[in-house]
């Protein structure tokens, strides 16, 4: 089954405890994305992948890091969390020539 | 950058009605208009998308509308029924192969609509 899959789809954490979101898909997609989901600011982009060892800032990065190492997996790292990043969380990946996007469940972060 | 604003923000519905959702944008650039739904607990999947060279698109109940002209789309969903109810995302996009990425081929989203339909 075509899928992208995050993990760990809950995480409670506390200011200034490193933590990493995995994001992996099986669809050999070349573009890979992260996204935050608040209430009333929709869906934003964080950083993004045009492939392997390409990356680059979207419009809320501050804060975020990332990693493209393997075509599959794009995690998403916080060095220093701060409560003001708890958020629903997005992985998507696009392949090449397409226009749709395939997003994952989902990461629900709180950060204490 | 390109700005996507999107109405309303909550819309609720007797099943069988219909249900419009609004978005504008601001970016003349933007050609490829995608509507996403995101089920509870789960990811936005795309549910239909148009392209700035179509003013209409139906697939069975739904169906988006764009004036370019006016920089203005909508999603249209006849006949609702309880498995409607989600958050519809809009969003626009330059297009090319390469959306999901930032620069000139961004897609930026909508703030969302939580659609209910009452029994």
């Known amino acids: 089954e075509a899928q992208v899959t995050q993990n760990p789809r809950y995480l409670i954490t506390v200011t200034g405890k490193k933590l990493t979101v995995t994001c992996s898909q099986n669809?050999?997609?070349?573009?890979m994305s992260w996204y935050r989901q608040d209430p009333g600011l929709g869906l934003r982009q964080i950083y993004y992948?045009?492939?392997?060892?390409?990356?680059d800032k979207g419009d809320v990065p501050e804060g975020y890091k990332v990693s493209r190492k393997e075509k599959r997996n794009f995690p998403l790292i916080l060095e220093s969390p701060s409560p003001n990043q708890t958020s629903l969380y997005f992985c998507?990946?696009?392949?090449?020539?397409?226009?749709?996007?395939?997003f994952g469940q989902g990461t629900r972060l709180t950060v204490v | 950058g390109e700005n996507v604003e999107q109405h309303p923000s909550t819309l609720s519905v007797q099943e069988g009605d219909s249900a419009v959702i609004k978005c504008t944008y601001s970016?003349?650039?933007?050609?490829?208009f995608p509507w996403y739904k995101q089920e509870l607990g789960k990811g936005p999947q795309l549910i239909i998308d148009?392209?700035?060279?179509?003013g209409e698109k139906k697939d069975q109940r739904i169906a988006v509308t764009l004036n370019k002209t006016a920089k203005h789309f909508s999603l249209h969903i006849t006949e609702t029924q309880p498995e409607d109810s989600a958050v519809y995302f809009c969003?626009?996009?330059?297009?090319?192969?390469?959306?999901?990425?930032?620069?000139?081929?961004?897609?930026?989203f909508g703030t969302g609509t939580q659609l209910k339909v009452e029994l």
């Open positions: 998507a990946s696009m392949g090449r020539g397409r226009t749709e996007a395939f």
């Open positions: 148009i392209r700035s060279n179509v």
């Open positions: 669809m050999n997609h070349e573009y």
């Open positions: 969003a626009a996009s330059p297009g090319g192969t390469s959306i999901l990425t930032g620069g000139g081929n961004k897609l930026t």
């Open positions: 992948s045009m492939n392997v060892e390409v990356t």
């Open positions: 970016d003349s650039a933007s050609n490829y």
